[in-house]
């Protein structure tokens, strides 16, 4: 029916509705309705890649003098001192006066820096600090041992003891952990420490690692797991050799020269 206008009436319009409903769908949506029932695809985010750690190196004071006259006090020699100082490995800083002990890659680009305050108890890493490049210094030449100490002044502590008896402290490779070894109870399940890994996967010659830690509880349980740990996942022999007397080797060395031992608390705070 249309109206007067020649215009289909509202009744046919309802009546080709129901028709056009009744008809088969296109060929197309035929095609495509499986589709519909699909489920979306799974958000799949992109990997986060890791950002280089930016290392914020403390200012350099002038001169060193009151780091020197610190590692003085611990008995450590002039030769180990000018060493490092020269090779940027150590330096006094601006305007705290700490001693700032500094760890390199292969390159010898800062990535970690340990500050120990002078005359107070204040110890801690520099912001963006890398642990797997603690300080650390090689051997001179070719050698296939490590000698793995707990901190800074334990390595350079050392290192005086072999020139006291006439060795030469450079023929071996020297690293210091950064902070305290703590493994899980169950052995399996711990990390060697990021430095150590880090280090022998870049001198691949070493063959031989001494645990030099210290001569406590704390210590012993630390030295027999990186042990363990070291000799079922590297081709390496692993040796524990605490210091003859004292709590550590700077003790050692103190008792040595009859310098006075460090305080325990002070001595805590540096870890």
Partial sequence: ??????????????????????????????FHMPNLSAAP?????????????????????????HAVEYLHRRGIDDELIDFCIQTSRLYESYPYHNV?????????????????????????????????YSF????AAASDTLHLFESAVDLLSYGTLQ??????????????????????????ESSLPAALVRYLTEHPPIRHVVLRLDNDATGRIAAATIQTLLTKRYAVTAEIRPPAQGKDYNDCL?????????KRGERNKER
């Fill in 100 to 132: 700032v002990f500094v760890g390199m890659d292969a390159d010898g680009k800062p990535r970690y820096a340990n500050q120990r305050g002078i005359g107070s108890d204040f110890i801690g890493d520099a912001n963006g600090s890398d642990k797997h």
């Fill in 163 to 188: 020139k006291l008896d006439g060795k030469d402290w450079r023929s071996e490779n020297l690293l210091s952990l950064a902070g305290v070894y703590k493994p899980r109870a169950n052995i399996e």
């Fill in 1 to 30: 029916m249309a109206n007067s206008e020649g215009r289909p009436t509202r009744l046919k319009i309802k009546m080709n509705i129901r028709y056009i409903s009744r008809k088969a769908p296109p060929p197309f949506v035929l």
């Fill in 41 to 65: 695809p799974a958000f799949a985010p992109a990997p986060k890649t890791q950002k280089e750690k930016v290392l914020l190196l403390p200012q350099v004071n002038r001169s060193a003098t």
């Fill in 254 to 262: 103190c008792l040595r020269l009859g310098l006075p031992i460090t």
């Fill in 136 to 139: 650390g210094i090689p051997a």
